[in-house]
């Protein structure tokens, strides 16, 4: 099931996730990423904005940690595709950045 966005009005978004066969522990992970990406984007002063931004990075990371595709792959493979996927996401981020392309979705 893909992500549901609705906006019952301009300041509220409701997000409908299927979680189903989801441990709790990435169910609290997805609530926490969201939870870092709204204070992250509503800081008021830099030190909040810099340890929200870094701790929302930091999730983003786990998040690919804790995926299915890594979890399935540790059984069958010894190659380390979280390390892996985590180092690309770095690697195109730094690219975006050096280009002065980072992308913006604005609607």
């Known amino acids: 099931m893909l992500p549901i966005f609705k906006t019952s009005n301009t300041k509220n978004i409701t997000i409908d996730l299927d979680t189903e066969g989801m441990p709790p ?6 609530k926490t990423t969201v939870a870092e ?12 904005f810099f340890n929200h931004s ?11 940690q804790k995926s299915q595709f890594v979890q399935e792959q540790e059984a069958l493979s010894s190659i380390p595709f979280n390390e892996q996927a ?6 195109v981020l730094q690219e975006h ?3 002065q392309k980072v992308v913006h979705y604005d609607n």
Not at 25 to 30: P, Q, Y
Not at 86 to 91: A, V
């Open 97 to 99: 950045l050096e280009k």
């Open 37 to 48: 990406l709204t204070k992250t984007l509503s800081a008021e002063n830099e030190k909040s």
């Open 86 to 91: 985590i180092e690309y996401s770095i690697d």
């Open 25 to 30: 522990e990435k169910v609290r992970l997805i």
């Open 54 to 64: 870094a701790e929302f990075m930091r999730l983003c990371a786990c998040i690919i």
